[in-house]
């Protein structure tokens, strides 16, 4: 079965630290570009983090470099997003996808296997 399920999401206060991760499986994982976008209430899905096959290639939004850092371990078929120095302005449904990238890796319609999401809140 062609799936991804995300795990770590969780409410925490602001400045602190989560580790989300997303489990591949039913794919050759290591052909597989893979990333990380959230969705808050009433606002458009938006692309977070991004990581090429063999993480040549990472890309991030302007509002979490810095704090966010995209990582895979293709011999697990995992992929982590560990979030610091997390605020209020983070607090959203973060989706695990992967897609056969090879640009544009922000870009939503790019993927086509998407994981069902964490809930990620954050208080001040």
């Known amino acids: 079965q062609v799936q991804v399920v995300e795990s770590g999401g969780g409410s925490v206060q602001a400045g602190r630290s989560l580790q989300l991760s997303c489990k591949a499986s039913g794919i050759p994982f290591e052909t597989y570009a893979m990333a990380w976008f959230r969705q808050a209430p009433g606002k458009e899905r938006e692309g977070v983090a991004a990581?090429?096959?063999?993480?040549?290639?990472?890309s991030y939004a302007d509002s979490v470099k810095g704090r966010f850092t995209i990582s895979r371990d293709n011999a697990k078929n995992m992929v982590y997003l560990q979030m610091d120095s997390l605020n209020p302005d983070d607090t959203a449904k973060y989706y695990c996808?992967?897609?056969?990238?090879?640009?544009?890796?922000?870009?939503?319609?790019?993927?086509?296997?998407w994981g069902q999401g964490t809930q990620v809140t954050v208080s001040s």
């Open positions: 990581i090429s096959t063999r993480g040549g290639t990472i």
């Open positions: 996808a992967a897609g056969r990238v090879t640009w544009g890796y922000l870009s939503a319609p790019h993927y086509n296997i």
